[in-house]
């Protein structure tokens, strides 16, 4: 073999391997179209065009891929299925369900390393067809919050720094409307910030921040012109208040002094009275003679064959002792004498 016929060899030997390694990675070259999906939520992929769909009657076999990138050689098997055989695929990866009638692959609940590129293979009996999409999550945004950065005040106008912010998202975009204005406020660079510059004719003027990414919008209202009242109305406002207040403060410390004055006065009234009376001592003394107790049917004698004698004693009085007051009590002595019979 001379040189020439050597060198046409080796030329279709190269053109043969470069025509298979395009064949093998013919699923990282194709058109992959993105599909948004949420965080956190159930998802349903359609991993089949209208050309496919027309040829599932002639597969026998499908195989569902997922790379982390188009180019990656390898590749995590997702479903395998024999069409032949119907029923069950006879791989399905956990969190997945896969609907034959329609070649859709549903996720049950999304998570970050569901993210990629997904590939559908349609095997026949002599050919083969190829189906793939992107699937890109994002976490949904959260209602957003204004907040006022700083305001000035010259001549009536006020000059104020709008920030419209949020918690959650991924891939937020920021857009500034005013609530009953046609023409959208375009702050620069789709910042989150807006700069306005407020008189007197925008005091009911409501301003919108909305906050979106592919899966989820919010948006949230605000009046700034409340951060914007004149100067001057707000010193006497505040004086104003001030003054009640102080003015209630000094009007219960007066009351309280005053009653508590009287409470003392009363306590030394008190404190010179006798904390104690004089007890008395009552003695009741009967003196009898001794003889027949039997009543008579004559009238009542004019004299009582009984004598009472009555007899008072008082005891001294103590020092008076602070505490505790008793109250006044007396002592009752009954006695009886009864004279021998004569």
Not at 12 to 18: E, K, M, R, T
Not at 203 to 221: D, F, I, L, Q
Not at 222 to 241: A, D, G, I, M
């Amino acid at each position: 073999m001379d040189s020439r016929g050597f060198l046409s060899l080796r030329c279709l030997l190269v053109l043969a391997l470069a025509s298979k390694l395009s064949c093998g990675t013919g699923e990282s070259l194709m058109n992959c179209p993105e599909v948004p999906g949420k965080l956190g939520s159930s998802l349903q992929l359609s991993l089949a065009s209208e050309g496919i769909s027309k040829r599932m009657n002639k597969s026998i076999h499908i195989l569902v891929t997922r790379a982390e990138s188009p180019g990656n050689s390898i590749k995590k098997k997702i479903v395998s299925l024999d069409l032949p055989e119907g029923g069950s695929p006879r791989y399905l990866e956990n969190g997945y369900k896969f609907h034959l009638e329609n070649l859709t692959l549903r996720i049950l609940e999304s998570r970050r390393e569901n993210e990629g590129w997904y590939f559908m293979t349609l095997e026949e009996n002599f050919s083969v067809q190829h189906f793939c999409l992107q699937l890109k999550l994002y976490e949904q945004v959260s209602t957003p919050e204004i907040k006022v950065l700083n305001w000035t005040q010259e001549n009536g106008n006020c000059s104020v720094m709008l920030a419209c912010k949020v918690e959650k998202g991924d891939n937020v975009v920021y857009s500034w409307s005013e609530k009953l204005g046609i023409d959208p406020l375009i702050p620069a660079n789709s910042s989150h910030l807006l700069h306005l510059s407020l008189g007197p004719q925008h005091v009911n003027n409501v301003y919108v921040c909305t906050v979106s990414n592919p899966v989820s919008n919010r948006s949230w209202s605000f009046n700034p012109w409340s951060k914007c009242r004149p100067e001057s109305s707000v010193p006497r406002q505040w004086r104003l208040y001030a003054g009640l207040f102080l003015g209630g403060i000094v009007g219960v410390i007066l009351i309280f002094e005053v009653v508590l004055l009287l409470l003392r006065r009363r306590g030394k009234t008190n404190h010179y009275k006798p904390t104690k009376e004089e007890k008395s001592l009552t003695i009741y003394a009967q003196v009898q003679k001794s003889g027949s107790t039997q009543k008579k049917p004559d009238p009542l004698p004019a004299e009582d064959p009984c004598t009472t004698i009555y007899v008072a004693a008082t005891e001294p009085v103590p020092e008076p002792a602070p505490e505790p007051v008793q109250e006044p009590h007396s002592i009752t002595v009954y006695a009886s004498v009864t004279f021998p019979e004569s």
